[in-house]
């Protein structure tokens, strides 16, 4: 939660379904046992902040169905660095897995 505040602060805020993930250095093994691990094609990292969600058809907004905190893996998405820290902006359909 800490870090969306340091964003917040900045006044930074994500549109539509975009999610921002700070990448995992390191493999995690979660408590069930699932290994999120990065490599060429793969990432995970825990996510940072949320956009308020994506417009349906009718102009109402569908929120995103990821909240922060959650640990998340995905193939595409646009990096950028932050304070010496390392995230990923992805959409909430370029998220593959989602661990709460």
């Known amino acids: 939660m800490e870090k969306e505040n340091v964003f917040k ?5 994500l549109l539509s379904d975009r999610v921002l993930v700070e990448i995992n250095k390191d493999e995690v093994i979660t408590e069930s046992g699932f290994i999120l ?23 109402e ?3 995103v169905d990821i909240e922060v905190g959650c640990q998340v893996t995905f193939q595409y998405g646009t990096e950028m660095k932050f304070e010496g820290k390392t995230y990923t ?8 897995t989602v661990k709460e």
């Not at 902006?89 to 593959?96: F, H, R």
Request: no cysteine.
């Open 9 to 13: 602060k900045l006044g930074i805020r």
């Open 37 to 59: 691990s990065n490599n060429d094609s793969i990432k995970s990292g825990s996510v940072v902040l949320v956009g308020k969600g994506k417009r349906n058809k009718d102009g």
């Open 89 to 96: 902006l992805v959409t909430e359909e370029d998220v593959i």
């Open 61 to 63: 907004i569908v929120p």
